[in-house]
T-cell receptor
Framework: DVKVTQSSRYLVKRTGEKVFLECVQD?????MFWYRQDPGLGLRLIYF???????EKGDIPEGYSVSREKKERFSLILESASTNQTSMYLC???????????????FGPGTRLTVT | AQSVTQLGSHVSVSEGALVLLRCNYS??????LFWYVQYPNQGLQLLLK??????LVKGINGFEAEFKKSETSFHLTKPSAHMSDAAEYFC???????????FGGGTRLMVKP
């Protein structure tokens, strides 16, 4: 069965702390994604990785960075957490994009981060 | 650029009633469209996807959606709501680049006994 796991379900951090959110998938997927989810705004893409060490900025990358050293693991880093980064963070993965194939994204359970 | 609008952030229906969740998209190319469901304290799960093979798409748990190009819509329906359908529903469109998705704002479905 397909599985995407995230290191924490709930996390509370202080303003200015460096925060690491970890995501692991066991499906050998090339693509991995980080989203944040806020009420009324749906999911917004923070970063996307299509291969090891490869990344692309999404729609709201400011204040975030990512790391992908191994195919199965994609980390989201908040260099200096701020209160406006309090949110639900969702990780997802999918197979490599193909022109004539449409793949779904598989999501982890999410990490609810509170920055105080 | 692709975009998605979900009309109604909250929808309430009685158990056994028709469920209709609205989604309109904007896309400069033939779209690939998705409906996801999020149950409380869980991640998103795929309900169904439109890939241009058929305009009426059947998904899991009795849900279906119809692609209407003339109306740029992809509304989600279910003939008879169950209490277990209470969740948040997201419509999404695949972007031209990569396998990235653009999501709508979500619709929270409440089912009354």
């Amino acid at each position: 069965d397909v599985k995407v796991t995230q290191s924490s379900r709930y996390l509370v951090k202080r303003t200015g702390e460096k925060v690491f959110l970890e995501c692991v998938q066991d499906m050998d997927h090339e693509n991995m994604f980080w989203y944040r989810q806020d009420p009324g705004l749906g999911l917004r893409l923070i970063y996307f990785s299509y291969d090891v060490k490869m990344k692309e900025k999404g729609d709201i990358p400011e204040g975030y960075s990512v790391s992908r050293e191994k195919k199965e693991r994609f980390s989201l880093i908040l260099e200096s957490a701020s209160t406006n980064q309090t949110s639900m963070y969702l990780c997802a993965s999918s197979p490599r994009t193909e022109i004539r194939r449409v793949y779904e994204q598989y999501f982890g359970p999410g990490t609810r981060l509170t920055v105080t | 650029a692709q975009s998605v609008t979900q009309l109604g952030s909250h929808v309430s229906v009685s158990e056994g009633a028709l469920v209709l969740l609205r989604c309109n998209y904007s896309s400069s190319v033939p779209p690939y469209l998705f409906w996801y469901v999020q149950y409380p304290n869980q991640g998103l799960q795929l309900l169904l996807k439109y890939t241009s093979a058929a305009t009426l798409v059947k998904g899991i748990n009795g849900f279906e959606a119809e692609f209407k190009k003339s109306e740029t819509s992809f509304h989600l329906t279910k003939p008879s709501a169950h209490m277990s359908d209470a969740a948040e529903y997201f419509c999404a469109v695949r972007r031209r680049a990569g396998n990235m998705l653009t999501f709508g704002g979500g619709t929270r479905l409440m089912v009354k006994p």
